[in-house]
């Protein structure tokens, strides 16, 4: 054993005289070389990697990392003597060195065992060398290493030691240390830490590093301080460790743990936070956390169950709708239930096609479709969560109170032994916009479901038309089971009658044994434990709820039988309703009598009213600059009338908007340039020269050459290249002028919302929609805002301008940022007004006053009129007091921030990518008119059957046209009393002349003609243009008049 | 008292307790027990109770039946929407389930009468048996012979059996025309104010004594009674106020027996709750709470008719408003009022006397669409192109099965409401009523 020792011993110093030997070599051919010294710089370093390589091949690191070092010293030492002949142009020297300096770095910390005397302190001292060498010709990569050096040991610091043995060091000391190690070092003890399983060390130095003010900024360390507790401590101390912790720091966190790989850390931390969140209650960044949560276990779980054990795991922590939402919203999207995979695949593709056939502007359509449904996507699931967030207060109201009702119904007390016989019922006004009731019903469904009792039926009116299908529906939908009503279908009867016994008959007795069974069923679990408390455990009795989603479109009939039922079973069953009320909640006592009524106990819920809603979604959606797609003024104007005019539903806008995105990306081949920044940037490197001539051909892109100077107009015109690399200046430029309208517009906004009789609307939209259509400023009604801003009181006008404030805070372009202190600094001087104006008092208030004084004395209206203009005159014309001069300023500063940055989106060079302007189409698809149409198709069959013998200028209508429209043609031409017989000879006459048949039988009537003529008037009768009268016979009467 | 009940066939005791269930009701359950007779014995074959809601006719029945054990089948008719759902209840209850199974698909009367005979020969009555049916009166909309047959289901089925019918409706609205077997009728009436007292000083609040809560009822019947005697609605009132009668208590202010005090105190309360009477417009819980709040005068609470306001889309409003003109406008006048250049009129031959007075009061007439439409389009001051939007929310309206060519409508809403809604788009629709010219 001894002897085999030595002998590698011998090895180890033969290879290190070797190496030694070689380096010696490559410098002195450096020195000899005839290249050029750059050349012969890359040369050296290549061939010293070569070397270096080889020779540390031969230990492995874990095994024998004595002779490595030894190895790191050698080489370290000769590349340094050898730096005085290396180019300093040449890139690789420092980049090898620093290589060399960090392997070695880290090989050091490697070391297992104290390194012995002689060995470490050769590696002091040519480090030292080395460090010194290097200095001269002005390189520190060896920083490093000559800090290592310095000390008897690696791990051997008496402040590192004291520090890791969690006995902290007075502050000085660990500053000075700190400073001295650097960040870099610290970083890798720390991971060298880790890796060796003391993380508790780890966190200690990661904490220390964290809290020095140097390293702001620096390393991470907070990062891993957080990563290392996640994966020590236990939950209690880790909540209070990052109590603290913004959740926006912390999502930078998880992303950069992700993009470095490490995501099992990043799915630790990301699960620590989203605890806390759902702890409190918050919902503050709540959606990012369960994104990113969810995401980050589907890439670490393979398998669904899990992923929904964790999920549910989770739910189990909430305390706020909001979160059980969320959740329930990331299971779905993970397509953990049924059959979503398999088919969506299918489904996409067959939609990509549809995009792609027919789409403008094929080459690049496949890079649309994805950029459409990428933001569809986006713009969906951020509708579903503000949606659920608006509903939130409400729901949770609800909630609470079928809670409370399942929870009463127990208790023991007088009063609600008192009212035991009555039925507890919500009454949810949500307001005339039927078709978004649904989303909040399937909300409310899936979140009773899942917090409150498994017995959820919802019931439509339109499928209960009598009571006995009322009650199959709620019987079917609370025991998933199929009911017969004794109808008289025969096909059924000749079942036989054992099947008779398995199906359920159709009667709420049926439903009380079920529940009965049910509950049993789950109380058998735990057995005694019913008999003992029966009021406290409230899971065993869950209440079985029913939900009424139109209430007034109900029978009342239905509804009174249906309620009268249910309260004979009421002390068995604990039945519960929630009426969904459209219009307003007085229809209940409409609809039930007193005898009905008085066997409900009903609540009342208002949810929030639907304009309001659409003001959220249209900040939200809309006013921001983080959707890259925009509407122009005129499609926001007829989206917002639709839904003003028409049918106040949010869901039906959202559609409406999905729409124009869709029309956008397909029709418009540009719009590969709409979507985020990055991907802009690098689409227009890749846009094809057809597209390029697209842009050429753009009007704001003509207006923005034309006032280019001639040589670069030529430039732009004709080379592709230049015209890329302007584009993304272009493009770069329209993503900041969205980035600054947004906030602009909103400061106006709150200046002008609240001025009398709302010169520039009420909402955000109107506002918008005015910028939209052209310069805001030249507008009448700007002015007039102007001049009523110019008349207010201090304190309005410092809360106003303080809100601006507010909403310009977080923005964080730098026109933005300046104009932010801007508006700061003009604050603070509103504010030092008091301090000043109480020194001096204000002399001009002497000479104003002296007027009004007249004006009272004087009773006669011309003299009133004419002091009240001279008091016009004489003050604009007086020295404006301190306070008028700062407000005049503060204005003139708005305005310009407005001049600068509200220009309509039509003076953008390029807007024409982002904006979608086809209000036309928009129009046509959402607010079809059936009736246009049909006279339209009636009058020129040509528009909608495109057959070329059609074709017809001026308006008339070709001989070979379907009879129905020559038909229509002839009616045209008569008064109100049409007479028949005449009617079908011209028809005849028409028709035969398009035959062109033997002149004997022209215009003569056979039967053919006969039937066809009658079909087509019967059909004209159907479609409303004509009618049968009694007045006259042969006749029928007109019924349109004019073109509609 | 409870020598009333006193029958032979029958435990003492068990006739004890039911005299103590049904207090103020011991002369009809005296006679209704004088009427069963023994157990074993046959009795009428059916017996019609009658009298008004919360008069206790279910009640005195059920704590007979129950109480002295007799085989029974209660079956309400509301619940009965076919008739198998009523044969299969009574069989079930009196045979078990294998009885009800043998029903076939949708049954008529021969089959349950089969079936029940067929279930009698191996189970024959040993005691009366009792059919009781709740809400008799819907036994009216149902087939024809099935009353007649069940007054006199004796015969039939030849059992021991007695259908009793319990109905808010006297007997005469009854009687089928073609004739049937009278039942005996039995009216129960209503009760006194002394009744009351004593039947809601029963439910008394186990942590105050029997004779405070009798005081409180005093108080209560006091500022009721004038206005409502429902026993069900009276007590829901009690329930409701009691527990601000005791806030003085619980403050420790008064003591039990200072009515006068606890008087003063509730009486305004009693006044509020005397204007919402029969409404039921919040639930006890919110009422709980609005007594809660009323010192710091919060609104935020209100009742169900409070809330009339209803948001509607722009061209949805003058819709309603069209439709509300179509109503309550004679049709030969619309020309007069929505056409620009009508002519001349004569005022008295337009304005009729009779017709004058009355469309408000007749309530609104049926209109066509097409009159609607045009109305709408004349009303509606900017000019609208007839789109689908339009259209469909008319077509929503058409559900009933009417006939499809030319469908009718009528304005359901209030004078009041269609004020309020014109008042929205300034529109004065006063001008354009017929009866307010």
Redesign the interface.
Known sequence: MAEGETEKEYDTRKAIEELRERFQGLTTALKESSQSSLEASLHFCQEFCQVLVEHAGRWKTDEDPLPLLEVYTVAILSFAKAVSCLSSECENVPLLLEKLALSCAELLLLLPQHVPGALWEEFQSSMKLAHSLLQESGSTQLCLLSVLAQQDGVWSNTTLSSILSNQIPQTEQVHAYLELEGATLLNMRIKHLIKMDSVDKAAVLAKICSEYPGYEGKGNFKQTYLLCICMTKSQEQLMEEIASIDCKDALEMICNLESDGDEKGALCLCSAFLKRQLLQGDVYCAWELTLFWSKLLMRLESSADAFLGHSKEMALLCRSVCHILFLIKVIQNEGCFVFKPSCKKKKTVSLEDHFSHGCEGAENSETRFKLCQDLWDKIKSDTEVLQDELNRKILDSLLDFTR?CSSTRQHID??SQ??AS?I??A?L?L??NVPDHDMTFQSLSDLLLHSVTPHVASVQA?ECG???HL?KRVLERLMDTVVT????EEE??EQT?TQ??KSV?????TLCDWYNTKTKKSSTSTPGKKRCSPGGDDPQQPPVVIIFKDLE?FNPRVLQ?FI??CS?YIERLPLMFIFGIA????T??HMLP??V??L?????F?SL???QHLATVIDKLILTPQFPFKLNGKVMQVLIS???????SVRNFIKGVQLALLEHFHSQPLSVLCCRKKEAVLNVMQLSHRNLERIRHLPSFKRYVEKQEPQEQVNLLTDDTRLKVVCQKLIKGLRKYHKNYYPVLRCLHTLTSSLPRYPLGKQVRELHLICLEKHVWENEDYQTAMKLLKMLAKDELITLLQRCVEILQPVKSKKMKAALVQLKDLLTRFKQLDTVAAETPPCAEDCITSPVKDLQKKTDLFQLQKTLLEMNESRRAKKLSPFEVLRNEALEFIDSLVKSHLSPPESQTLNEVCYYTSSATVRRHL??????SIQAALSSPYYYLQNESLKTEDGSVSNAAPDICIAYKLHLECGRLINLYDWLEAYATVVSAAEGNNPDSFGKVDEVKHARFIQAVSELEFLGFIKSTKQKTDHVARLTWGG? | MTSLLRQPGYEEERLQRVAELLPCREVQAGLLLSLMGKPQQYSYPSVFIYGHQASGKSHVIHVLLKELELPHATVSCVECVSVALLFEQVLLSFFGCDAASLLPRSPSLSDFVRIYRQQRSQSPAKQTRYIVMEKAELLRDTDANLLPALLRLQELVEDNVTVILLSEIVWDKFRPNTGCFEPLLLHFPDYSKGELQQILSQDRHPSYSAEFYASYINILLGVFYSVCRDLRELRHLAALNFSKFCEPLAEGKVKETDTHKLWRNIEPHLKKAMQTVYLREVSSLQWEQMQQMEEKESGALRGLSAHTHVELPYYSKFLLIAAYLASYNPARTDKRFFLKHHGKIRKTNFLKKNEKTSNHLLGPKPFPLDRLLAIFYSVVDSRVAPTASIFSQLLTKVSHDDQLDAPKYKCAVSMDFICAISRTVSFDIVKYLYDFL
């Open positions: 409370k007088w009063a008192m009212r009555e507890p019922t009454a006004v307001g005339v339109k009598a009571l006995k009650m009503v004794d109808d008289e059924e009867a009658s008779l016994h008959h159709c009667s709420l007795s479109a039988d009268l039922i004979r219009t307003s909640p007085s209940i006592q007193h005898s009524s008085s409900l106990c009903i609540e009342l208002q009213s639907c304009t639709i839904f003003l005019y028409h049918d106040f607010n079809a008119t059936p009736r246009t509609c």
